[in-house]
């Protein structure tokens, strides 16, 4: 699906009087409700650097990017906005939006650790559908916090609060200095 269709995937879930699975847990309704706030925020509000604007725009062979994702995942709120943003610079990078729960389960190519489905991930493709990068769940910084979270055993609720204080703070800043030598390097 492209952009467009994730969004209404987006809507479709939120105004479903009886959302199938697991959007009828009303956690999952709940978080997808704020990740449709969060997402559309950065949408208005990210500024992209100067550097990451020269560097899509200077891409001259077409590429491919696949965002796995899935609305009620808080670190996709936070970054797919600026995976979109950043290929709508150069008409050259399409865009493609897989769930990571439904078909075809690209997810299990590409398993963070080798064990783990975490999301998103952006798989960037050359024209012969060739892999030239991949990234994600997210950017260092936010990974390290979340670690030491886990570690610590920090509850749900707190590392919630934790992980969106970072990313509001971050302001999009560290996904798009990861993204910057993968635009460089193709």
Not at 16 to 40: G, I, V
Not at 67 to 87: N, R, S
Not at 107 to 114: A, E, K, P
Not at 178 to 185: D, G, I, K, M, S
Request: aromatic share 12%.
């Amino acid at each position: 699906m492209d952009f467009q269709a994730y969004e209404q995937e987006f809507q479709k879930i939120l105004h479903n009087p009886e959302p199938a699975p697991p959007y009828n847990n009303p956690d999952y309704l709940n978080y997808t409700k704020l990740n449709w706030s969060r997402q559309s925020r950065w949408l208005k509000t990210g500024k992209l650097s100067e550097d990451i604007i020269a560097a899509a725009k200077s891409i001259t062979q077409p590429q491919h990017w696949i965002i796995i994702t899935e609305p009620w995942c808080g670190d996709a709120a936070h970054l797919v906005p600026f995976f979109q943003m950043i290929a709508a610079l150069n008409p050259l990078i399409t865009t493609e939006y897989q769930l990571r729960d439904s078909p075809p389960f690209l997810i299990h190519q590409y398993l963070t650790n080798g064990t783990s489905k975490s999301i998103p991930k952006l798989i960037m493709r050359d024209a012969a559908g060739k892999d030239i990068a991949v990234w994600g769940p997210r950017p260092a910084g936010c990974q390290t916090l979340y670690d030491r979270l886990k570690h610590e055993q920090a509850d749900f609720e707190q590392m919630k609060i934790s992980l969106q204080q970072w990313y509001n703070e971050d302001k999009g800043v560290s996904v798009q200095l990861e993204l910057l030598p993968l635009l460089h390097n193709y």
